[in-house]
């Protein structure tokens, strides 16, 4: 049964007794919670006679019956304190324990005696009472407490210790109004020379409150006054004063740039030491029961009142100036004592010491790493609040709502995060918003910067924001041109009176022009009176203003005065627009004056024969293009008798049978007529001159005109009846029909004229009847013939002419050439290039060595330009030809050497060169021993000793070649080499195969050797590869091309940058498998 009871206000615990045991029940929160692990237990034989607790609760004192007294430590004193992302708290009465909330690692520190009061620093802590303090090293965050800690330093001071403060070496305490600072660690300072107080002496100690971080100790007195106290020049570097009395606690950020305080009304504010700017907290107006600076977010802090926790961020810099911003609350638990916020994590201290985490629903969504659905909404929601910018992209990236994008551009830009804003809209693909937003990047006033940004939001609140701070920025040209930009001409005249005065006549020009187009007259001509009234104005903005007066006083009905000051201003523009307005007033006379007057001369032509004032509007109609208003003035003259000004308006307006018809009946002029006809191709009018031709016994006109008017039998009769057939066909040229030229065919075919008859049918792609005719004309007509089996592309047409061309039909055998047309006309190149060859071997065979050489060329060209690889047997023996060629050229520019080696590639081929063989072996043995290669003459003379050969040998070459083959001389230095362009393996500069990649190498058309890639150039006629060294040379002596003999010029020879692809450009086909 319930004995004794004893209620604690402080610690909300009632302890009972019940026989021989005290049981101690949590009356928190109106709940009723037994604390099983803390009942007192005593003899059986005792019972509890009284029971009472200590002022504070922490002790509960019980007396039994056996006559003892007992005292209880019910609860640990709540005493606390924190420093970066670790907090030091009582966990017994002697011990403390240092937590490091963002490792987890705790570590305890054995104390002297039981304190009152703590301090934690970066590599200390504090402890102590009444006037003494104890010093513990714990090591900076970097050693993690890895070791024990160690007592460095044990303080007496001059008075009760109210408060301590530490940093990474000093201590601050706070005593009766002064604060002394002094080194931590004895060791540093044994001398405690280092010691100085605050405040100096002889001034009043009325210091009411510290912090320090590791560069400056803050303090606060009870004038109210917030010093800031930098500590390595032990100077004080700013001091604010607090009007409305002492301050009474502050609370400094980690970077201490940040400062909340509190002052003798209890209300917290903010502090900025930058500035000085002291800022309210929203929705805080009572005393703070602790306030805490987030430690991984110097911006962030959260203010306790004992029955929630209120969190804010703060904005620097934001479009409305630096801002606190309340970021939502979240319910503190009664009892708890707030020690510690880290990423939004509060450690807080409850009743008997125990230390609890509470992650604060305003930071638990940015604990999870959800990109999607609710959680990602609600992570969204949560980083755009606390302006991390960063998190919220991640977010967005993921889920791509159009909303989310919108929201972190406009916290961005608000906040003036200018490249954060332009990396959202770039992602996006808002391109003008990232132009614009990086027009602004570089301005550095923040208010101007604000007053852009605000533009950018387009509503009316925002640019009356954005002028105030454009004004206040000292930028109020800005402001001004920004209402222009606006078109609010009544707030820019205004800005424009103070920030321009000089744009005042060009503010009121353009809205008196808006006032015009709303149809607000009476205003507007007083706006633009105004704007003439403006001193410094040029003569451009006095005609603009004077142009509005003139047309405003003919909207309000002063016709006589607006006309004449329009008539006056010497602007064509300005008549054009009032005599638009006089004609919308039906004021036609005026209005066609005005138009005359500024040049728009159809207008007023047309309103002048509209009315029929066709004197005033005779003198426009050479200014008048409009075929309307021609044909309407040429029927008035007309109908006045005056045909030749008729029949000129006539001819303007482009009604040109009426011109034919006037020229032939009445004035007697139809050369000009058939010009006419010719020229305008009508129908009717061609009918007209066809009959008047007739008439006069033209037939070859009446055919024409006949055919013109599409009468093409009545032509074709006429035609035939006068013995007009070649006149006939010559003015159809090609617009006949198939009909028509079928027709044409068969005459001419009934008259014996096969050639025109076979042109005919080919028109009519009649291509049998038309390659017919041609072969029955003969050798004039085979080209035709050809070009029309080209066309045909019929086999049984292509055999008929092959048959005539081998002498089928008639015994004859054509030229070879003719078969080398047909074959490319079909596009059988490979035939054609067959054919080419035979035809070149027979030219080469009897000495015809140019021919061949033109008959390949010309070949080698034709393929190329269709795309088609040349055959290697065509490819070699135009080698070999243009070989024999250049020796000439070479033996003039004294390139001996040269020479011996082309005939040397020539005499190996001998056989090919059956009408010559002699000569060129001779000419090879003089070449070579002039050249000094005796091996390769005495080689070749050696031939020509050959009893069929020896006596065609020329008797001023005999003697010699006998001397040369009697005494043989076989020293011979080697050929120079030179690289392949393809492979680079190096070879003689003659050879022109690659006996390592084993392709084919190009050859130079001024000296054949091989092409060097450095050298490399091509003619500017043919295109053929040549080493431009050697080309110059050799143009400069022979002024052509040794390929296809045409002039060229030397600056035209270039060398190429990319010759190996230029090659393949040239000769593609070439290349391909």
């Not at 303080?155 to 403060?165: I, K, P």
């Not at 201590?171 to 044994?190: K, L, M, Q, W």
């Not at 070649?726 to 014996?752: Q, W």
Request: aromatic share 8%; net charge negative.
């Amino acid at each position: 049964a319930l004995e004794k009871m004893s209620y604690c206000r402080e610690t909300s615990r009632v302890a009972v007794s019940c026989g021989p045991a005290v049981k101690l029940v949590d009356v928190a929160n109106g709940q009723f919670n037994e604390l099983k692990e803390d009942t007192l237990d005593f003899d059986a034989k005792c019972e509890v006679t009284c029971l009472g607790w200590a002022l504070d609760g922490q002790v509960l004192t019980v007396a039994t019956t056996e006559g003892h007294v007992y005292t209880f430590l019910a609860s640990l004193p709540t005493m606390s304190c924190a420093f970066g992302p670790r907090l030091a708290y009582l966990t017994s009465l002697l011990e403390v324990s240092v937590a490091d909330l963002s490792s987890d690692k705790v570590r305890t520190i054995a104390i002297d005696s039981e304190p009152a009061f703590l301090a934690l620093g970066d590599a200390h802590v504090a402890a102590g009472m009444n006037n003494q303090a104890w010093f513990y090293r714990i090591g900076p965050p970097s050693e993690a407490m890895e070791y024990t800690a160690q007592r460095v330093n044990q303080r007496d001071y001059l008075g009760t210790v109210d408060e301590v403060a530490l940093n990474d070496k000093l201590a601050a305490v706070r005593f009766e109004g002064r604060v002394s600072v002094h080194v931590i660690d004895h060791a540093e300072d044994p001398t405690e020379s280092s010691d100085f107080q605050l405040p100096e002496a002889g001034k009043d100690p009325d210091i009411s409150c510290i912090q320090m971080t590791n560069e400056f100790l803050v303090y606060g007195t009870q004038r109210g006054t917030i010093h800031y106290f930098y500590l390595p020049d032990r100077v004080s570097v700013n001091e604010y004063r607090h009007e409305d009395g002492a301050i009474k606690s502050l609370y400094l950020n980690s970077l201490g740039t940040r400062l909340v305080f509190v002052d003798a009304s209890s209300v917290p504010a903010f502090f900025n030491p930058v500035n000085d700017q002291v800022l309210p907290i929203p929705n805080c107006t009572g005393p703070p029961g602790a306030v805490l600076w987030d430690a991984a977010d110097p911006n962030c802090f959260v203010i306790a009142n004992g029955t929630e926790f209120l969190v804010y961020t703060y904005a620097a810099t934001t479009i409305n100036g630096p801002m606190i911003e309340s970021v939502g609350k979240h319910p503190q638990q009664p009892g708890t004592h707030p020690v510690l916020m880290l990423n939004g994590v509060v450690a807080c201290q409850g009743a008997g010491g125990k230390m609890t985490n509470e992650l604060l629903s305003t930071h638990a969504a940015l604990q999870d790493d959800a990109t999607v659905g609710e959680r990602g909404k609600e992570r969204f929601a949560r980083a755009l609040n606390l302006n991390r910018l960063q998190d919220a992209w991640e977010v967005a990236v993921h889920m791509q709502h159009p909303d989310m994008w919108e929201q972190l551009a406009h916290r961005a830009m608000t906040h003036m995060e200018i490249e954060f804003a332009i990396r959202v809209y770039r992602f996006v693909g808002d391109a003008s918003m990232v132009l614009s937003l990086e027009r602004l990047a570089h301005l550095e006033d923040k208010n101007l910067l604000a007053g852009n940004i605000l533009m950018l939001f387009e509503r009316d609140d925002c640019y009356d924001m954005a002028q105030e701070l454009f004004v206040r920025s000292g930028c109020p040209q800005a402001a001004l041109q920004m209402r222009k930009d606006l078109k609010h001409w009544e707030k820019a005249l205004s800005l424009a009176k103070q920030a321009d005065p000089s744009q005042l006549d060009d503010i009121c020009r353009e809205y008196a022009s808006l006032l015009e187009m709303r149809g607000e007259f009476d205003l507007a001509l007083e706006v633009f009176s105004r704007a003439v009234q403006y001193p410094g104005q040029g003569e451009p903005e006095l005609a603009k203003g004077r142009g509005g007066v003139a047309r405003c006083t003919l909207h309000l009905g002063d016709i006589r005065r607006g006309k004449q000051m329009a008539m006056d201003s010497g602007s064509a523009q300005l008549c054009r627009e009032c005599a638009q307005i006089l004609e919308g007033m039906n004021q036609p006379s005026d209005a066609a004056a005005l138009y005359e007057k500024g040049g728009q001369y159809e207008k007023a032509a047309s309103i002048y024969i509209a009315t029929k004032n066709f004197n005033l509007a005779k003198p426009l109609m050479d200014r008048v293009s409009t075929p309307k208003l021609h044909l309407q003035y040429a029927r008035a003259k007309e109908a006045e008798g005056k045909l030749a000004e008729a029949a000129d308006a006539y001819e303007m307006a482009r009604d040109f049978d009426a011109v034919v018809r006037l020229q032939l009946e009445h004035l007697g002029n139809p050369q000009k007529a058939f010009a006419l006809v010719r020229m305008s191709r009508s129908a009717e009018g061609a009918l007209m001159v066809a009959q008047f031709c007739r008439r006069s016994g033209d037939h070859g006109g009446a055919i024409e005109f006949l055919l013109l008017a599409r009468r093409g039998d009545e032509a074709f009769a006429l035609a035939q009846e006068n013995e007009e057939m070649p006149r006939f066909v010559e003015i159809l040229g090609d617009a006949g029909t198939p009909e028509e030229y079928e027709r044409l065919a068969a005459y001419f075919e009934s008259k014996g004229d096969f050639s025109k008859a076979g042109d005919l049918h080919a028109r009519c792609a009649q291509y049998p009847a038309a390659v017919r005719n041609f072969l029955k004309v003969g050798a004039h007509c085979i080209d035709k013939a050809i070009e029309v089996v080209g066309k045909a592309s019929s086999d049984a047409l292509t055999n008929l002419v092959l048959d005539y061309l081998m002498g089928e039909t008639d015994g004859v055998e054509k030229d070879h050439n003719y078969q080398f047309r047909l074959h490319i006309a079909l596009r059988n190149y490979d035939q054609a290039a067959r054919t080419s060859v035979i035809i070149a071997r027979q030219e080469q065979e009897m000495g015809n060595y140019k021919i061949a050489h033109t008959q390949l060329f010309d070949t080698f060209k034709e393929l190329m330009s269709e795309g088609k690889k040349p055959p290697a047997e065509l490819s070699r023996q135009l080698m070999l030809l243009h070989s024999y060629v250049l020796v000439k050229v070479l033996v003039k520019l004294g390139d001996h050497p040269g020479a011996a080696r082309m005939l040397t590639r020539v005499a190996k081929n001998i056989s090919k060169f059956p009408a010559h063989v002699v000569p060129i072996l001779t000419s090879t043995v003089i070449e070579c021993q002039r050249a000094g290669l005796k091996r390769t003459a005495l080689e070749y003379a050696t031939k020509l000793m050959a009893p069929e050969l020896r006596p065609q040998i020329a008797e001023a070459y005999k003697r010699k070649i006998e001397t040369i083959v009697r005494k043989p001389d076989k020293t011979e230095a080697s050929e120079e080499y030179c690289p392949c362009p393809f492979c680079n393996e190096p070879g003689p500069e003659t050879e022109l195969a690659c006996d390592s990649c084993k392709r084919d190498i190009p050859f130079c058309v001024a000296s054949g050797k091989r092409m060097r890639v450095a050298d490399w150039a091509q003619c500017p006629s043919c295109r053929f590869p040549c080493n431009a060294s050697a080309f110059v040379k050799t143009i400069a002596q022979e002024k052509t091309c040794p390929m296809c003999s045409q002039q060229i010029v030397l600056a035209a020879i270039k060398i190429l940058d990319d010759p190996l692809a230029s090659f393949r450009g040239t000769q593609a086909a070439a290349n391909e498998e």
